[in-house]
């Protein structure tokens, strides 16, 4: 990986954690995930309509998307109803690179260097070890299936997407449909379980949420872009250096404890982080 690319997946790494922070604000998680994806699918939905239609074998890549990142939406949403940003996120986030770099081994053709594939496992433990206090301070242990469930999700449309916007050959287009589809399956789906009262939102969580969906489009779009010029395994573990960002607006802004395994566990990260480097 470039130095040039590293550093845009760093800032992606921040978005991502900034979106994730403003929905965890929220009284209603999945409301608020909603309302950003009807902002992201219509944002996309106005850029994709000014560049070329995609060619018929990526429309398979995208319809794969959007069904993967509505599960991981849903999943996420209601992990955030049981526990706080810096226990569901570590999990969340924790187990996605490893799952990515199984897979890619087996199936991708990525060249990873031992040094990397190193940083890739040291940086997941560190992710997973801070997620580990959910039982030590006996939070509600729901929000761990929920939360590796939106892992799984996480490792999919990883690959889809970045496996998607190769073929696509043109990552901004393959985001922008990415992102009319995820809205296109998210929406009936919420609606069908909350109905349509939960569109019905204040102009004050409307806004919140739209600061959110930009947040959301610039992380990922800078992701996949990344994903076209480095392997994805490394791509997704360096996005996951996003924890960091996670623990300091978790501390800072909701208040969260610091001990002493989370401080070990972010030195995990930074060291995985180190390592893809080398």
């Known amino acids: 990986m470039s130095f040039p690319v590293f550093l845009a997946v760093i800032g992606a790494a921040f978005l991502h954690a900034l979106w ?48 993967f990142h509505t599960v991981y939406k849903l999943f996420l949403a209601y992990a955030y109803q049981h526990g706080d940003l810096s226990r569901v996120y570590p999990i969340a986030r924790g187990a996605a690179p490893l799952i990515v770099l199984g897979i890619g081994f087996v199936f991708l053709s990525d060249v990873v260097s031992a040094p990397e594939y190193a940083g890739i496992i040291v940086l997941g433990l560190g992710i997973l070890l801070m997620g580990r206090g959910v039982f030590a301070a006996r939070e509600p242990a729901r929000l761990v299936p929920l939360a590796l469930g939106s892992a799984m999700a996480t490792a999919g449309y990883s690959i889809v997407d970045g496996m998607g916007a190769r073929i696509s050959g043109d990552a901004v287009t393959y985001v922008a449909w990415l992102f009319v589809m995820d809205a296109a399956f998210f929406l009936p789906v919420t609606v069908m379980l909350r109905g349509r009262a939960i569109l019905v939102q204040s102009p004050r969580i409307w806004r919140l949420n739209a600061v959110a969906a930009l947040a959301s489009y610039g992380a990922y779009a800078i992701a996949v872009w990344a994903m076209t010029q480095a392997p994805i395994a490394l791509v997704t573990a360096t996005r996951e250096t996003s924890i960091l960002f996670a623990v300091l607006i978790g501390w800072i802004l909701f208040r969260d404890r610091m001990g002493g395994q989370k ?8 060291g995985g982080v180190i390592l893809t480097r080398i």
């Open 20 to 67: 994730n922070a403003l929905i965890k604000t929220g009284a209603d998680k999945l409301a608020g995930m909603l309302l950003m994806t009807v902002v992201q699918g219509g944002f996309g939905l106005l850029l994709a309509l000014g560049r070329d239609f995609p060619a018929g074998q990526v429309w398979l890549w995208l319809l794969a998307s959007g069904g």
């Open 263 to 270: 401080i070990l566990a972010a030195a995990l990260i930074v």
